[in-house]
C-alpha cells in the first residue's frame, strides 16, 4: 500500500544541496511589495493574502520567518536595501568613504522609492521591530565601522584617545543627519568623501 502523500506539498524536505525555499522567498518578498504597490497598506497585510499573491502555502511563508509578518517585514526593508559595503581593508579612509558612500546610496534610494519609505517608516513606529531592526541590521552595520576604526587606531593612523563609539559617530553623524533629519538637503557624489577627509583632518593621528 502507498504512503498516504502530505497534505501541503510544500511541506515536502528540500533537496538535499540546494538553498530550501530560494525561489519560494523571492516570490514571497515580490508578493508584499506586489500588494504594496497596489495600494495595500501594511496593516491590511497578511500572511495569507501574501501567500495568495506569492502562489506558496502560509507554511512555507511561516517555515521562513516563523515570528510571522513583523518578521517578514523585516526581510522585506532588508531586499530593498543596497548590500552594506565590504570594506576592503586597502586603506581606513577607503574602507569609510566606501562605507558612507553606502549610507548616501541607501538615502537616495529611500527618497525614490516610496514602498521602502513606507517600510523604514512602519517599522520605526512599531517599538518591537524597530528593537528586532536596530539587534540585527544597525548593530551589524556599527560593527562593520568599529571593525575599520580599530584597525585604524591598532596602526596609529587615528588617535587612541576617543571613545569607538564616538569616534564612529563624528564619521556617520553628518550623513545621518543629510538622509534622516533633514532629506530636504543634497546628497551629491563626493559627500561620502568630503565627509571622511573632513574628520580625518581632526582624527588622524599626530607625529
Known amino acids: 500500500m502507498n504512503p498516504t502523500p502530505p497534505a501541503d506539498a510544500d511541506a515536502a524536505p528540500p533537496r538535499r544541496g540546494r538553498p530550501r525555499s530560494e525561489a519560494a522567498e523571492r516570490a514571497i518578498i515580490e508578493g508584499v511589495l506586489r500588494l504594496l504597490e497596489e495600494g495595500t497598506s501594511i496593516d491590511a497585510l497578511s500572511i495569507e493574502r501574501v501567500a495568495r499573491v506569492a502562489g506558496v502555502g502560509k507554511a512555507t ?35 569609510l568613504v566606501a562605507l558612507l558612500e553606502w549610507h548616501r546610496r541607501v538615502g537616495l534610494a529611500k527618497r525614490q522609492s516610496a514602498v521602502l519609505r513606507t517600510m523604514t517608516s512602519h517599522v520605526k513606529t512599531h517599538p518591537e521591530l524597530w528593537r528586532q531592526y536596530h539587534d540585527n541590521v544597525i548593530e551589524a552595520r556599527r560593527e562593520r565601522l ?11 593612523e587615528l588617535r587612541d584617545d576617543l571613545d569607538l563609539r564616538l569616534l564612529g559617530e563624528l564619521f556617520t553623524g553628518p550623513m545621518l543627519i543629510r538622509t534622516v533629519l533633514h532629506e530636504s538637503h543634497d546628497l551629491p557624489a563626493g559627500l561620502a568623501e568630503q565627509i571622511v577627509d573632513s574628520v580625518l583632518d581632526g582624527v588622524r593621528a599626530r607625529p
Not at 520567518?65 to 581593508?89: F, S
Not at 568599529?146 to 596609529?156: I, M, N, Q
Open 61 to 95: 511563508v511561516y517555515r521562513r520567518w516563523p515570528g510571522g509578518k513583523d518578521e517578514l517585514l523585516l526581510a522585506v526593508v532588508d531586499a530593498l536595501e543596497e548590500p552594506p559595503a565590504e570594506p576592503a581593508g586597502a586603506s581606513v579612509r577607503d574602507d
Open 146 to 156: 568599529h571593525g575599520v576604526l580599530r584597525r585604524g587606531v591598532a596602526d596609529g
